[in-house]
């Protein structure tokens, strides 16, 4: 079975400073894994997809991330954050039947 | 392109009520998803379907049905709602290929009262 664990509930960063928001995952074969992030009472936004192409993944708004099988992480990075970044962060893992499977979410606040 | 569709974008509903949750996708795609989530959760899948006419229970299936007679549409239906049934409902729809990615709706934000 697919799962994936945020490592972090809450991330607080300054602004130009670099975000780090940690998932891994477990999957029993090669995953597709997926980077949403939702902003307050807002739907979901696909920052950014990892389907078994290259390992360093680049998204949308300067986000990128990197799949290491050999540690099954998925972690996403911005080298300089912004106040338009304070959102909630998912890690997603695609499952049987293209089912996604959601980690708990990481919130990133950014303070000026 | 619309993408997927959700009405309503809000309700409020009395405990025992019943509603149905609409979804429609205009892209042709076979799998379709109902998913719920609670205040500061992640999503958690409800029901889904991987094509028309067949429909299968995901991890929170109790309190809800759905039917898939077309492609395009995928309402989810609340029987007797109750308080717990409180959460916001995201439909998605994806076109089931390795090197794609699933497109969400906007989202329907439901209270029982």
């Known amino acids: 079975a697919q799962s994936v664990t945020q490592l972090d509930s809450h991330v607080s960063v300054s602004e130009g400073t670099p975000v780090l928001l940690r998932c891994n995952y477990s999957s029993s074969y090669s995953p597709s894994l997926f980077w949403y992030v939702q902003h307050p009472n807002k739907g979901l936004q696909l920052l950014l997809k990892y389907t078994s192409a290259a390992t360093l993944v680049k998204g949308i708004n300067g986000f990128e991330a990197e799949f290491k099988k050999s540690e099954t992480s998925f972690h996403l990075t911005k080298p300089s954050a912004h106040m338009s970044d304070a959102a909630e962060y998912f890690c997603?893992?695609?499952?049987?039947?293209?089912?996604?499977?959601f980690g708990s979410g990481t919130r990133l606040l950014v303070r000026p | 392109n619309a993408g997927v569709t959700q009405t309503p974008k809000f309700r409020i509903l009395k405990i025992g009520q019943s509603m149905t949750l609409q979804c429609t996708q205009d892209?042709?795609?076979?799998?379709m998803y109902w998913y719920r989530q609670d205040p500061g959760m992640g999503l958690k899948l409800i029901y889904y379907?991987?094509?028309?006419?067949?429909?299968d229970k995901g991890e929170v299936p109790n309190g809800y049905n759905v039917s898939r007679s077309t492609t395009e549409d995928f309402p989810l239906r609340l029987e007797l709602a109750a308080p717990s049934q409180t959460s916001v409902y995201f439909c998605a729809s994806d076109p089931g290929q390795s090197n794609t990615e699933a497109f969400f709706g906007q989202g329907t934000r439901l209270t029982v009262v």
């Open positions: 997603v893992v695609r499952g049987s039947s293209y089912k996604l499977i």
């Open positions: 892209m042709n795609h076979n799998y």
């Open positions: 379907s991987v094509g028309a006419g067949i429909t």
